[in-house]
């Protein structure tokens, strides 16, 4: 929520108007935001004893049922736009397809519309709220790792134009963000190593405790959902809390000062100078988290050449990539793809590359004077090195499906969600995404046919890199269960 005041002066050729905004918006965390004991989100909307909700269909189809029994039993009468949103429908007709449910609702002016899914949702519906009436609230319930961890800690909203990403958009804070990780028990595994690129990002370049704890417990945290599936040890469980809270936590510090990027050295940039490139160029657009990927790992490279990071933490960061099951490298990223990124990135930069590269793990410094030739040798070698990991740096599920385009056909856009359902306990055998069903999103505590969990890896212990953290502590950063952000 945003508070703008300003006064006017006059000049000797006319008037100066000088103002200043105040932005304030909280972030919670909750096991069970749609749960009826938990009645943190319908205190939000008992001013208003009703709640326009915007959300995708497998989200809805899962969950719709459980939101509907949670408002109803607070007496607020739910109305649902359902949209199918990925990339390929992140368009101005989407914007216009929920605009027009909010006139139909009628909204109220200081009304909060409640958005729920992932960060492609929030985007187009906070986008959709920056427009309406200028500035109409809304709430956001992320509900993917990407949501949860990057999505939710940005106030830019924004919907894709043309052939550009995000080209139409604006900075627009949520009144409040519900981070709820128990979503992620029904979230496909492909898409849960998708956003752990993003937690890699921020914990290499500003919080090394954060990197050990990911390079520890990788395999477990992707197998188990961030400790959220049936059977996970109570560690992992701790370890992903720890992770999850001081990673929002930590970009939440490095964003808040610069919420409307006016600086443009920014560390949560990290990973993000070549890869818009990789998720455009390859015929079936490679995943967010797998084109940050090979953007960090390749400039991790040419910062280990630049001696700004010690080969022994390059490895352990290509070796974390790797054992996520992240790609390193792409075929297609060639000496003409770096020269098409790199200019087309100092637009947006000013003039200047401001690469944001690790140095050492968990600090961050930026590149600006490197010169076409050092980029290309740089690449070169990144090549050569990533043929020596598995899958020779290619990642796993690394490219889009249905669930990340958007198609209106949902029948291949709902079977990789029904699995994680299934595997989840909260879907039977006999019930769809597509249709809801009863219970949707209730725990029963069984195992319910997961497989075997992985493993610590070997040779990672308690003290991988010289640090330790103790994961037995909370709450963290002396707040039991939320974060406020001001600025």
């Known amino acids: 929520m945003s508070d703008l005041k300003a006064n006017v002066q006059e000049t000797k050729h ?72 990925g990339e390929k429908a992140k368009t101005i007709d989407t914007f216009l397809e929920i605009a027009d449910s909010m006139t139909e609702f009628g909204i109220i002016r200081k009304e909060p519309v409640l958005v729920v899914g992932g960060g492609l949702v929030t985007d187009v519906a906070g986008f959709a709220c920056a427009a309406y009436r200028r500035n109409t609230n ?84 992707i197998e188990t959902k961030f400790g959220r599936a049936d059977g996970s040890r109570n560690e992992v469980h701790r370890a992903a809390d720890i992770i999850n809270r001081e990673g929002i936590y930590e970009m939440l510090k490095l964003e808040s000062p610069n919420l409307h990027e006016i600086g443009l050295d920014r560390v949560i940039a990290y990973g993000h100078t070549w890869s818009p490139m990789h998720e455009l160029i390859p015929e079936t657009p490679l995943r967010h988290g797998h084109a940050i990927s090979i953007d960090m790992a390749y400039s991790a490279t040419l910062a280990m050449q630049s ?35 790199t200019a087309a990135i100092m637009k947006t930069r000013d003039g200047l590359l401001r690469l944001a590269v690790p140095s050492p793990l968990g600090s961050c410094t930026f590149l600006n004077d490197v010169t076409p030739q050092q980029l290309q040798e ?30 209106t ?14 595997e989840a306990g909260v879907l039977g055998e006999t019930q769809s995404v597509a249709n809801g069903f009863k219970g ?20 990672i212990d308690d003290r991988t890199n010289g640090y330790a953290m103790d994961i037995s502590e909370s709450p963290v950063n002396e707040q039991p269960n939320g974060i406020k952000a001001q600025a």
């Open 14 to 85: 006319g008037f100066h108007v000088e103002g200043y905004e105040k932005i304030e918006y909280d972030f919670t965390f909750v096991d069970g935001v749609f749960d009826v004991a938990n009645s943190h989100l319908a205190e939000c909307y008992k001013k208003w004893g009703r709640v326009l909700a915007v959300t995708d269909k497998n989200v809805y189809g899962l969950y719709g049922r459980k939101m509907e029994n949670y408002f109803s039993h607070y007496n607020l009468k739910l109305k649902v736009h359902q949209t199918s949103i």
């Open 138 to 221: 809304f709430i956001r319930v992320p509900t993917t790792v990407i949501g949860l961890i990057d999505a939710s800690v940005s106030i830019k909203v924004a919907v894709n134009y043309g052939r550009y990403k995000n080209r139409l958009g604006a900075y627009h804070a949520p009144l409040h963000t519900f981070l709820d990780f128990t979503f992620l028990r029904t979230l496909p595994v492909a898409q849960v190593r998708n956003g752990f690129a993003e937690l890699i990002k921020i914990s290499s370049c500003s919080h090394i405790q954060v990197f050990d704890l990911l390079d520890k417990f990788c395999e477990q945290l």
């Open 307 to 341: 001696g700004l990071l010690p080969e022994k933490e390059y490895r352990r960061l290509l070796n974390l990539f790797s054992r996520a099951g992240l790609s390193i490298d792409h075929p297609q990223f060639d000496d003409e793809v770096l020269d098409k990124g």
């Open 378 to 407: 740089a690449l070169k070698k990144h090549k050569e090195i990533a043929k020596t990991y598995p899958r020779e740096g290619a990642g796993i599920e690394a490219y889009v499906d249905s669930s990340d385009t958007g198609y």
């Open 409 to 422: 056909d949902l029948k291949a856009e709902n079977l990789s969600m029904e699995k994680a359902a299934r």
């Open 440 to 459: 949707a999103g209730e725990m029963n505590g069984s195992t319910n046919g997961h497989r075997k969990l992985l493993g610590v890896n070997p040779g």
